[in-house]
């Protein structure tokens, strides 16, 4: 199993035949934390998540980038080639995101921590 997986097999593929490599869009996500992808009141809802969490930032953000990328998944495996789709992950459609929609988000990267509680080992390459 890959450890660059969404768990969405149809999105992993449609993304590796137009060429597209996580790390094009995820380092900005990694590096920003997520704050250039939402308006503040989000980032700060997020961040303040990330604060309560153990290893909030280390460990939550990267399950919390997982959901993101998976929010996305029907739209990204409608767009045609690799134009389309880094344009669209460099501009997400979230200036109108309200509280609703980050708790919604936080909740499923929650959901999605107690299912994999190993992931974020699997990807540092750690036990």
Not at 28 to 37: A, G, P, S
Not at 56 to 83: E, M, N, R
Request: net charge neutral.
């Amino acid at each position: 199993v890959s450890t660059q997986s969404t768990g969405d097999g149809v999105l992993d593929a449609h993304l590796e035949r137009n060429v597209v490599e996580y790390l094009q869009f995820s380092f900005r996500w990694m590096n920003n934390l997520l704050m250039r992808e939402m308006p503040l009141r989000c980032t700060i809802r997020l961040w303040d998540t990330y604060l309560s969490e153990p290893n909030g930032f280390s460990h939550f953000h990267l399950y919390v980038c997982a959901k993101f990328l998976t929010k996305w998944a029907k739209v990204i495996k409608s767009l045609p080639d690799f134009q389309a789709i880094m344009l669209f992950l460099q501009s997400l459609p979230t200036s109108r995101w309200t509280d609703d929609d980050i708790g919604e988000l936080v909740s499923e990267a929650f959901q999605l921590k107690c299912l994999f509680p190993k992931a974020v080992t699997a990807v540092a390459g750690t036990t």
